[in-house]
């Protein structure tokens, strides 16, 4: 992907968003006349910041769709996971820190009234998966770009949201580790192999699948019920 393609944030929104003794910052953009509102579960160390995910969230924009990118860890817990990388893998930790953006995103005027889905990037993936089985979680849909689904552990059979798992055809412990995780979702569930992409979908094209594929989804499951369950 280049870099040109990655674009503007549109009217982003800067937010800072409150989780126990934590704030966490973020960017909020909410089309005209949107039909949902995607919250973005960065992993690896990855922040609001990612080119791959702005890219995805601009596309999914375009659909119509509002997006909430950010960050899962403090400033001072990055500089820490930075030189332990234990943090990333909290998935209890992170699951936490995306419930609270949702319960926040519930009282924003332009969004309260909106249905939401979740990206899951690595082990975010993970964490949307754990924070969508919270009991009377409403989530509408879930996709996972090259993530860690097998770290949502038995939260997986508990998951109600229709979820997409996309991964590289050349990212093959992942693939494996996905198609474990597949088999244990009880929900309506997808699994889309981009050929010939690794883990980053750094070769032509292969974001740009990642995009696609994650808008189709949220498009069908966001938008087609009117908001209402």
Known sequence: ?????????????????????????????VPPGAGGVVLFAHGSGSSRHSPRNQ?????????????L??????????????RTAHLRFDIGLLARRLVDATRWIADQPETRRLRVGYFGASTGAAAALVAAAEPGSNVGAIVSRGGRPDLAGNALPRVQAPTLLIVGGRDY???RLNEE???QLRCVKQLEIVPGATHLFEEPGALEEVARLA????????????HEE
């Open 1 to 29: 992907m280049n870099d040109s393609r990655v674009g503007t944030r549109d009217d982003a929104r800067a937010v800072r968003i409150p989780s126990g003794q934590a704030m966490l910052d973020g960017e909020l953009t």
């Open 55 to 67: 890219y995805v969230a601009r596309v999914i924009r375009e659909a119509g769709i509002g997006t």
């Open 69 to 82: 990118l950010f960050d899962l860890l403090t400033p001072e817990e990055e500089a820490v996971d930075l």
């Open 173 to 175: 412990t992942v693939i």
């Open 181 to 183: 995780a597949y088999r």
């Open 215 to 226: 808008t189709g989804w949220f498009r069908k499951y966001l938008r087609s019920e009117d």
